[in-house]
Nanobody, 123 residues
Framework: QVQLVESGGGLVQAGDSLRLSCAAS????????MGWFRQAPGKEREFVAT????????SYADSVKGRFTISRDNAKNTVYLQINRLKPEDTAVYYC????????????????WGQGTQVTVSS
């Protein structure tokens, strides 16, 4: 079992930045690819970014490239999502997730999920 707890969401204005954190506990964190997803009201859960076990490989959804940065600190069992130049369309609940699949980009690839953290961007 891997337990994941997100933090760092909130109400911000367009153009602001946020850093989301996801703290993991349980099994060996560095064994897992980590990912971030988001879900806006009335929409399906959407892939945002993923990072390899060592942190050396990252992948992003086209919609967030250039503004979002995923990173991890295996010594702290934590994965981060830096979000810059926030837009109202970034409003969603953001979830982190853990996967044993290589380069996972589908929600089905992820076995463990956090409870989510709300990000609301006002215009």
């Amino acid at each position: 079992q891997v337990q994941l707890v997100e933090s760092g969401g909130g109400l911000v204005q367009a153009g602001d930045s946020l850093r989301l954190s996801c703290a993991a506990s349980g099994r060996t964190f560095s064994n897992y690819y980590m990912g971030w997803f988001r879900q806006a009201p009335g929409k399906e859960r959407e892939f945002v970014a993923t990072i390899s076990r060592s942190g050396g490989i990252t992948s992003y959804a086209d919609s967030v490239k250039g503004r979002f940065t995923i990173s991890r600190d295996n010594a702290k069992n934590t994965v981060y999502l830096q979000i810059n130049r926030l837009k109202p369309e970034d409003t969603a609940v953001y979830y982190c997730a853990a996967s044993l699949t290589v380069a996972p980009m589908s929600p089905d690839d992820y076995r463990y999920w956090g409870q989510g953290t709300q990000v609301t961007v006002s215009s």
